[in-house]
């Protein structure tokens, strides 16, 4: 072996041999000299602070800290000057290990290389006036090294943490931070300009409340990992490094700073996540943030930056100033009204949305750029929306999108529209306060535009094809133009407007008013009878949880049946089952109540029709009251286009003429259109100009008893009035005189559209041909001279209508 490998392992050995010796004697020296250390060490502390260190006894422990010392120090407390009032201890331990330096014990003075506490409580505590227990540590002092044992603090290299509760309470800026530790092992190394050092950490987060009133971040949470820190004496700011730390199970980057020189201290915290659940994220937040964002969902994981800023010259009460930035891409966002699916966004929240605002719910904006999505199988394009003022929310935002009108089925469920066809495309700028995450008051500029549309309204079984509709919102109220519908054969043009129309869709749909033009070039009425049938009541919009669009389709039916309508409709021509008219012109109102006949004139059967009344909707069979102009019609076009007002003893066959009426009829429709002639009662004076009468049996039958050589197959009546009192399915004859150009009669008497008919007729055997050349007054006084027979037109049992004499008047 070489000369100098001898000589250098000679000299290790008698070194190593030296520190045996050393630590050998200083255990021997802390052994036997306890008290006098644990004196020493209570020295040290308490000349650096402000109130009182406990230490119940010193073991030493020497193999934990070789080539040092080790020291249990058992019931250890720290408390404040001013402990008596406020009761919290700053630390309290039922075990400290101290690693002391063995040589600083030979030469008289205690250095401290690294403390462990066990089982052990920290509380930082600030009252409301901003006093701290932690005013028992003096400031550091710069002194010369040989003056360390005078009372300067020692530098602590290491310091690790077991089972221990730190709790840091000021009462001041109602803030709290309590975290139940585990196991924290930290090393601090002390460069001329500071120290630096990192610690690795397992702990429960019980509390993290930047405002104790609103409740706390990280409630409940686990944190593992490393923090690495820093601190610059000339700034006086600590830096934590941002290091990836796992809380809750999620990997998140988190770095602080703390400006220390500044009471109270400014901070600075920076969050970044990536690939993480959003509900994980939300439910790491404080209360009255998470409630809101735990009631929407998001699929798959996302991207998150946030940032946490308190420069400490806020209220004492006032929220850090939040960022949070956020990217979605092909995700499923769900919302209390529904779903987003394949939604892209990227989002960002402030609470300081305005500089010169404070912080807070009222300052607060979340916003959505660039945001597609498909909602209810409709495309949607934003490229921003926000939300402004958590307090009192209102969103805003520019929404389109283009879509075939027949992915809305799958969202409605049929129930009230079905779409077999036709396109929509919208374009809307929204703005509405939200009232528990629903939107309220909602305001809407824009248009929607819907081409081609083939619609079923399915509560009224209403089919419409070919149809389009413009609707243009202006801030609340709603105007639609040049819409068109095809009903059937039918074929009709629109405009609409609704005054208001966004403020009681929601809140009072039968305080609304639409006025609503309709044209048609050709409309067949009986494709209208589906509004016969029965409106149904308001009901205040009705939720289906989850589906926004149906509860929109839903409100919408419920708008449509309890809104007021005035309609002023224009019609080339009108047919309905026998009944053709032209230049019809209606001013209708649509009533909760059932459908106002305001104003109706039309041109029929040569002549003209006026009509104004009511028709109560009540379900299968409605109430109508008719008031009826008419003038000179043909009356046997008129009786044709009425079907005869449901009998068929006097029918179209028999009149020919021209009619003119004052008509006040009531009765009952069916909701298929059909009148029930037993329901009728009213009253109606008629006029006929130029009127006969043709083939009517009950006057053919008179020729069994008289007239024989006269035509009764064909009177000619010249000109009637008369007055006519309908019963149900009686009809009262007033008395009436009838003068005609083979027989003049008298009338009167209760004819039965299904039975009951009893009228007696005065029928003078008088020719009329030898009155002719006569004045009108003459006529009238020799019309009744000579033989009169006085007979009785009754039921036959038969259906029909029997002749007999008249015997209450006897037979001539």
């Given at each position: 072996m070489a000369r100098w490998?001898?000589?250098s392992l000679g000299i290790l050995a008698t070194l190593v041999g030296l520190l045996i010796i050393i630590w050998i004697g200083g255990s021997l020296y802390i052994s036997r000299n306890k008290k006098e250390v644990l004196d020493k060490v209570l020295v040290t502390l308490n000349n650096s602070l402000n109130g009182k260190a406990e230490i119940a006894s010193m073991e030493p422990s020497l193999l934990k800290a070789f080539p040092g010392i080790s020291v249990s120090l058992k019931n250890v407390s720290l408390k404040d000057s001013l402990y008596n009032q406020h009761k919290h201890d700053l630390l309290k331990a039922q075990d400290i290990d101290v690693a002391l330096n063995v040589f600083s014990l030979l030469f008289g003075n205690t250095r401290i290389n690294k403390i462990t506490v066990n089982d052990a409580s920290i509380y930082l505590y600030t009252d409301s006036t901003g006093y701290s227990n932690t005013s028992i540590f003096k400031s550091k002092k710069t002194k010369p090294a040989k003056d360390a044992e005078s009372g300067e603090a020692p530098?602590?290299?290491?310091?690790?943490?077991?089972?221990?509760?730190?709790?840091?309470?000021?009462?001041?800026?109602?803030?709290?931070?309590?975290?139940?530790?585990?196991?924290?092992?930290?090393?601090?190394d002390y460069p001329l300009s500071g120290w630096e050092g990192e610690i690795k950490i397992n702990t429960l987060i019980k509390s993290f409340a930047f405002n104790t009133r609103k409740g706390s971040f990280l409630k409940d949470k686990t944190l593992q990992g490393t923090i690495k820190f820093s601190y610059k004496d000339d700034t006086k700011i600590v830096t934590i490094g941002q290091e990836k730390l796992n809380i809750g199970g999620d990997i998140y980057a988190i770095g602080a700073t703390i400006n220390t020189g500044i009471k109270p201290a400014p901070f600075s915290i920076d969050i970044d996540v990536n690939n993480v659940q959003f509900s994980h994220v939300a439910g790491i937040l404080a209360p009255n943030i998470s409630s809101k964002l735990l009631k929407f969902k998001i699929a798959e994981p996302v991207n998150i930056k946030g940032k946490i800023i308190d420069d400490g010259k806020g209220a004492a009460h006032s929220d850090p100033y939040i960022q949070v930035a956020m990217t979605v891409r092909n995700n499923v966002v769900t919302i209390p009204s529904g779903e987003l699916t394949n939604c892209n966004f990227d989002g960002s929240f402030t609470n300081k949305d305005t500089s010169n605002r404070p912080i807070g719910d009222e300052n607060s904006l979340i916003k959505f750029k660039n945001l597609k999505a498909n909602y209810y199988n409709a495309p949607i394009v934003c490229d921003s929306f926000m939300v402004t003022n958590l307090s009192r929310p209102i969103a805003a935002g520019l929404v389109?999108?283009?879509?075939?009108?027949?992915?809305?089925?799958?969202?409605?469920?049929?129930?009230?529209?079905?779409?077999?066809?036709?396109?929509?495309?919208?374009?809307?700028?929204?703005?509405a306060d939200i009232d528990n995450l629903q939107f309220t008051k909602p305001r809407l500029s824009g248009n929607i535009k819907i081409t081609n549309a083939d619609i079923t309204y399915v509560p009224r079984k209403i089919h419409l094809i070919n149809s389009a509709l413009n609707l243009n919102f202006n801030d609340k109220d709603l105007k639609i133009t040049r819409g068109h519908f095809q009903l059937g054969k039918s074929s009709l043009d629109m405009d609409l407007y609704v005054k208001n129309f966004l403020n009681l869709y929601y809140t009072d749909p039968e305080m609304m008013i639409a006025k609503l033009e309709l044209y048609s070039p050709y409309l067949h009425l009986g494709e209208l009878m589906p509004l016969l049938s029965e409106r149904k009541?308001?009901?205040?919009?009705?939720?289906?949880?989850?589906?926004?669009?149906?509860?929109?389709?839903e409100q919408l039916e419920t708008v449509i049946d309890a809104s007021q309508i005035q309609m002023l409709l224009k019609v080339d021509r009108a047919v309905y089952n026998k009944f053709q008219a032209k230049n019809l012109m209606a001013n209708i109102s649509l009533q909760r109540d059932g459908i106002h006949l305001q104003k109706i004139s039309v041109n029929h059967a040569g002549g003209s029709l006026n009509i104004n009344g009511v028709l109560k909707q009540t379900g299968k069979y409605n109430n109508y009251s008719i008031h009826g102009l008419v003038n000179n019609a043909s009356v046997k076009d008129f009786f044709y286009a009425f079907d005869n007002f449901g009998q068929n003893t006097i029918t179209s066959k028999n009149l020919s003429g021209y009619l003119s009426a004052n008509t006040d009829i009531a009765g009952v429709i069916t909701e298929n259109g059909k009148l029930l002639p037993k329901s009728m009662k009213g009253k109606v004076n008629f006029s006929l100009r130029a009127a006969s009468l043709k083939n009517f049996k009950p006057m053919e039958?008179?020729?069994?008893?008289?007239?024989?050589?006269?035509?009764?197959?064909n009177i000619q009546l010249g000109n009637l009035n008369g007055t006519l009192l309908v019963k149900g399915d009686k009809v009262d004859i007033l008395p009436l005189k009838v003068n005609s150009s083979v027989i003049n009669f008298d009338v009167q008497g209760t004819y039965g559209m299904t039975n009951g008919t009893d009228i007696s007729m005065d029928i003078p055997l008088r020719n009329p041909e030898k009155d002719k050349g006569k004045d009108s007054r003459q006529k009238a006084t020799d019309r009744m001279k000579g033989i009169v027979l006085h007979l009785r037109a009754v039921d036959d049992n038969k259906g029909g209508v029997k002749i007999k004499w008249n015997k209450d008047h006897g037979i001539f």
């Open positions: 490998i001898k000589i530098e602590i290299k290491r310091i690790n943490m077991n089972n221990v509760q730190l709790v840091v309470d000021n009462q001041q800026r109602y803030k709290r931070f309590d975290f139940d530790i585990k196991d924290l092992q930290g090393k601090i389109t999108s283009v879509f075939p009108l027949t992915n809305l089925n799958s969202s409605i469920g049929g129930e009230t529209f079905n779409f077999k066809g036709g396109d929509a495309n919208l374009k809307l700028y929204c703005k009541q308001a009901k205040r919009h009705r939720k289906t949880p989850g589906n926004s669009v149906k509860e929109i389709s039958a008179v020729q069994k008893y008289a007239f024989a050589n006269r035509d009764l197959s």
